[in-house]
C-alpha cells in the first residue's frame, strides 16, 4: 500500500508584529516551528485522530475546523508516492490551506525565498510562483528595474500576531494606536481592515501573494517606485502576476485601501479564490480577537472576493 507521510505542523507564535512588519511575523514564524511546533507522522487513516489530538492542545480555532480531506495542513511524501499521485494530492484545496492553518516549511508544495530575490531570510512561497518571479526580476533587471519580496507567505498564526497587536493597541493602525475609548468591536475591526486581513482570510496565507519593494503607497508615487510600480503593471500580466487590491471605486467597491506592493501568482491563486468562496463561509472565521465580527462585516465577500475583477 502506498503509504503517504502527513506532517501536522501547529506552530505557536509569541510576537508583537505590526502590519508593515509582516517580516518580523515570518522570521518569527519559523523561530515558532522550530521552537513550539508539534510534527506527527502518520498514515492517513490516522488523520482525524490526529487532527484531533493537536486540536486539544492548541488554539481554540484548530478546534472549529474540520478536516475532510487530504491535504490536511503539511504534506510530506514518502519515496514510495508515485509523481503523479503527488501532484493529484498537491492540487487539493482543504480549508485548513485556505485559512492558513498549516506551516509552509514543511510543506511540498513551498520553497525558501533565495537571495537576492527577498529582502530577508525565511520567507516562502508556492514553488510555480517564486519561479515565475524569477523570470519576472530577471527581465525587470534588464530594464533596469529592481524588485524585491519584502513579504510572502504569513499562516494564520503570524496573520494573528499582526492582528491582535493592532486590535490590543500594541501595534499603530493608520499611524497611531486604536483609540481605547472606540469600544465598538466592529468599528475596530473596521479601522484594521484598511490594510490588515483578519487571520483565516489572508491572501498571504496562500503562497501566492506577495508584496514588492515597498509597503508605503507614497513610495509608489515617486521615483524609483513610481517606475517600479509602471514597469509592473506594464510586465507582471505576463508572468502571472495581478495586482489584487487596485484602486477602490466602481469596480472594487469593498475591500481593503490600494496596495500597489501587492500581486498575486493567478494561475494557483485563482483556483484559491474561487475555493475560498466555496468552501469557507464568515462563522468559520474565529480563534482571535475581535473574530466576532466577521459576520456583521460580510468578511468573504467584501474583503477576501473585493478584489481586482480582472484577478478573479
Ligand atoms: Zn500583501
Known sequence: MKKILVCFVFATIVCGCGQQNATEAESNINKGSEKNGETLAI????????INKNSEKNTESLTTLTAP?????VVKFD??????????????????????????????????ILSPYGSKSNMYMRKEAFEQFKAMHKAAKKDGITLVIKSATRPFNAQKSIWEAKWTGRRKVDGKLLDPKVKDPEARALKILRWSSMPSTSRHHWGTDIDINSFNPEYFDRSPGKQEYQWLIENAPSFGFCQVYSEMGEERPFGYQEEKWHWSYLPISQQLTRAYGEQIQDKDITGFLGAETA????IVNKYVLGINPSCK
Open 79 to 112: 519515496k514510495t508516492v508515485p509523481e503523479e499521485k503527488r501532484q493529484e494530492i498537491m492540487e487539493k484545496i482543504s480549508k485548513k490551506y485556505l485559512m492558513g492553518q498549516f506551516d509552509p516549511v514543511k510543506d511540498e508544495r513551498f520553497t525558501k
Open 295 to 298: 459576520v456583521s462585516i460580510d
Open 69 to 73: 480531506e487530504i491535504p490536511e495542513g
Open 43 to 50: 498514515n492517513t487513516t490516522d488523520v482525524d485522530s490526529a
